[in-house]
């Protein structure tokens, strides 16, 4: 099969074992970020197979029906970028399996990471270092603290349990399928929301960004956060209201927050306000992105394009497909 990937930024994908997987097929990756949907037609033209790389980029309907030989996209994420009708209508199988084999414990560990960094305010204390300067101020200690957990899933589970390693109370806010999953697990569950955002020093989102998710939390909900405490989001930032997040933090509730992804990625404007804040931790989504991470998940995508190939197509999202498939 005629196979593109899109948006390998370093160009990584080629140096990891599973890349095996795809021998015998006509490969072309691409490692710019480009938006121009003109200039992905051109380059998808002649595709049979499309792999994505998360929602780097959008896949909607006018530039599906530009891409007359495309008949399967496959990834391991959610697909709100993907115009999923409009595959189905044109016969394009859609496969992924949505992390069903594991949680992604690499973004459970940079959450736990961003978590330690802001707390002890290590990036400041970093620099402070290089600058010629000894110790600025004074961190805070998770120990006895209160972990609250947003979404009671896969991650959010393995950082729950970081937390209570490390000493914390850990409470869960989120739906009925979280808080079943917490209460199972013996995790405290919190049933009042505006007491959740009230009593937690840290709370970490861990929520699919799905069209009834999008924007739930407000500005209301963090400026009922502690002026000490800590907001982490490595999940998405379409889960937060627009503006809310960078106009809670200027009128200083949450005190601090540490985040991997934002509105509009790659972000490379150095002068975007969460880059300006000196109490914001900011990486550029690189939650999955270790290489033990990508050969998990690039195996269960290119298994899916060779059982594509082969005639059996596996964990397909749009099942009406298969009766008229391309």
Request: proline fraction near 4%.
């Amino acid at each position: 099969m005629k196979i593109s990937v899109l948006d390998d930024y370093g160009d990584t994908l080629r140096t990891l074992k599973c890349f095996d997987l795809l021998t015998g097929h006509d490969v072309t990756v691409w490692n710019d970020r480009v938006d121009s949907e003109d200039v992905l037609a051109e380059r998808l033209h002649d595709s049979e197979a499309l792999v994505l790389i998360r929602e780097r980029t959008e896949i909607r309907s006018s530039l599906l029906r530009k891409l007359d030989r495309l008949r399967l996209i496959s990834l391991r994420s959610v697909y709100p970028h993907i115009d999923i009708d409009t595959c189905t209508e044109l016969g394009i199988v859609v496969s992924s399996d949505l992390h069903s084999g594991s949680p992604s414990y690499a973004t459970a560990e940079l959450t736990w990471a961003l978590t330690l960094a802001a707390m002890r305010d290590l990036p400041n204390q970093v620099a402070s270092l290089h600058a010629g300067n000894w110790q600025t101020h004074v961190g805070q200690s998770l120990v006895l603290k209160t972990l609250g957990i947003y979404g009671y899933g896969r991650i959010g589970k393995v950082v729950a349990g970081y937390g209570q390693a490390f000493g914390m109370r850990v409470i869960v806010y989120g739906g009925r399928t979280s808080r079943e999953r917490a209460t199972a697990d013996g995790v405290e569950v919190a049933t009042d929301r505006a007491l959740f955002f009230e009593t937690a020093d840290v709370i970490t989102v861990h929520v699919r960004l799905v069209d009834a998710t999008r924007h739930t939390i407000t500005a209301s909900d963090l400026a009922q956060m502690k002026p000490t405490s800590l907001f982490v989001n490595t999940s998405r930032a379409s889960l937060i209201a627009p503006g809310a997040l960078v106009d809670c933090l200027r009128a200083g509730r949450p005190g601090i927050a540490a985040v991997d992804v934002y509105e509009h990625e790659p972000l490379t404007n150095p002068e975007d306000p969460l880059l300006m804040m000196p109490n914001v931790v900011c990486t550029p989504h690189i939650g999955y992105v270790t290489r033990d991470e990508w050969e998990v998940q690039f195996t269960d995508i290119f298994q899916q394009i060779n059982a594509f190939a082969a005639g059996t197509p596996v964990n397909v999202v749009n099942p009406t497909v298969l009766y008229h498939r391309r």
